[in-house]
């Protein structure tokens, strides 16, 4: 029995008692009878339904001294994540359903909350790709700009094939291939060594993202293709998008990332390569308009692509130095900064984090706070203020872009499938994982 919470729910909060038994939600109300339930009384908190982050990277298997699922599922449920869904671009790729389905089954024996895996499209592998089961994968994700793990899906005839036939959601990594090579060079011969972060938003640049986003929008719209475009990183791009359909008619989606809303390039200049990304974190105004569309309806949902490497080697050249933040842990708190500052709402953003996702992706009995659904919580103390310590981390690459910053607002508990996974700020080591199940159809 969670007793007192502030639930926010459906775009609404009202102060309920909320029971579980077993893995499931079986009351709602405003006052419940304790009975011989355990009692957890949170008066002057928050209780929303677990986060679902739908981009994630925990580098298992082949680059496991950055993350692995298990390290990354227990940063997950310290920031109130109960479900993710991870990239397929680790060594080997997941471009078959055999290294798929190793995935799920590590998975199954290590994560600590609920966990999808996309199935990776490459220039060579659409028969593999037409195999995946759509009850049981959140999509398929293809590289329509290069990123870590070589699987740059570039040609033409190759996109057409997989915007025509793969018949469940394509999400798509954007960014011109071309644009960025030739910004690569002109950047490389004006500054050679002395190239650094603060170049990489014009490197990989606002018209490289357009040219690939808009292209992935046409082949969408041609085909009647499902379309879930990640991370989007410029003002230019929210054109593409919507916000007259309702989620569950659109067939173009977009999602937008916590460190696009939180930072800008004025960051670049202390944190350097920690900020690196892709596609890249850009100006003042591309940030101020990612908010203004998040806020109009244009972005479906709110996610992290968390992404880690070791300091060693974002400390490397900017050249050497790979792309990727790892947020996670920490996801929920960077959005409770727009909270504070009543940019956004906190039933917004339990319905973009938590809702949408759900709806989106289609997923069984998740996403909301009513009897009869799985008992994925967490507890918000929105008040509590606090600093990221590297102490606290609990990603294995042992670094945040966010150490010393004083944070308002943090998850304090975590309940996935009924059970604690972090109590009282703490990991409990218990793993209560399931296989997120997919709706076919609407």
Same mark, same amino acid.
């Given at each position: ?25 079986v009351k709602v109300a405003s006052n419940i009878s ?19 982050? #739908?981009? %994630? ?6 680059? @496991? ?30 471009? @078959? ?15 600590? %909350? ?9 220039? #060579? ?21 290069? =990123? !870590? ?5 570039? +040609? ?22 071309? @644009? ?41 719209? $041609? ?9 989007? =990183? !410029? ?28 930072? #800008?390039?004025?960051?670049?200049? =202390? ?11 850009? @100006? ?38 790979? =792309? ?9 708190? /960077? ?38 659904? +799985? ?14 310590? +590297?102490a606290d981390l609990v990603s294995r690459c042992g ?7 004083? /944070? +308002?607002?943090?998850?304090? #508990? ?6 604690? %996974? ?8 218990? $793993? ?11």
């Amino acid at each position: 029995m969670i007793k007192n919470a502030r639930v926010v729910n459906r775009g609404k909060i009202a102060e309920s008692d909320v029971l579980i038994q077993n893995d499931r939600i079986v009351k709602v109300a405003s006052n419940i009878s304790d009975g011989e339930a355990e009692v957890k009384d949170i008066k002057g908190h928050y209780l929303i339904p677990g986060i679902i982050d #739908d981009q %994630v990277h925990f580098r298992e298997p082949g680059l @496991t001294h950055k993350e692995d699922i298990s390290t990354g599922a227990m940063g997950a449920a310290a920031g109130g994540v109960t479900s993710f869904m991870e990239m397929p671009n680790t060594k080997p790729s997941a471009t @078959t359903q055999a290294e798929l389905e190793k995935k799920y089954a590590t998975a199954k024996a290590t994560s600590t %909350v609920n966990y999808s895996f996309f199935m990776g499209a490459s220039n #060579d592998n659409l028969e593999e790709v037409l195999k995946t089961d759509a009850s049981q994968v959140c999509g398929v994700k293809i590289f329509m700009g290069s =990123s !870590t793990g070589n699987m740059l899906v570039d +040609k033409r005839t190759t996109l057409e094939g997989l915007f025509s036939k793969v018949p469940m959601l394509i999400a798509t990594h954007c960014e011109d291939e071309a @644009t960025i090579r030739k910004n690569l060079a002109d950047y490389k011969e004006r500054y050679g060594q002395k190239l650094s972060a603060i170049h990489h938003p014009m490197i990989r640049s606002t018209d490289g993202c357009y040219l690939s986003s808009s292209m992935a929008a046409d082949l969408a719209r $041609k085909h009647g293709t499902r379309l879930h475009i990640l991370h989007i =990183s !410029t003002a230019k791009e929210i054109g593409l998008f919507s916000n007259t359909i309702p989620l569950q008619d659109k067939k173009i989606t977009a999602e937008v990332c916590v460190h696009h809303l939180f930072f #800008d390039e004025s960051y670049y200049h =202390s944190l350097g390569n920690k900020v690196k990304c892709n596609p890249a974190i850009k @100006t003042v105004h591309d940030k101020e308009a990612l908010l203004k569309g998040l806020q109009d309806g244009y972005f479906d949902v709110i996610a992290t692509d968390h992404a880690p490497h070791t300091i060693e080697e974002k400390s490397k050249h900017y050249l050497e130095a790979p =792309s990727g933040l790892p947020l996670i842990q920490h996801s929920l708190a /960077m959005m409770m900064s727009f909270y504070h500052r009543d940019e956004l709402s906190m039933e917004f953003i339990v319905d973009k984090m938590c809702h949408s996702p759900a709806e989106l992706f289609r997923i069984k009995e998740r996403g909301y706070i009513e009897e009869g659904m +799985k008992a994925d919580l967490a507890i918000v103390d929105p008040e509590l203020r606090w600093v990221v310590e +590297k102490a606290d981390l609990v990603s294995r690459c042992g670094w945040s872009p966010l150490e010393g910053f004083e /944070m +308002k607002g943090k998850v304090t #508990d975590t309940l996935c499938n009924g059970v604690w %996974v972090y109590e009282n700020n703490k990991l409990t080591g218990v $793993k209560a994982a399931e296989r997120l199940a997919f709706r076919v159809g609407n």
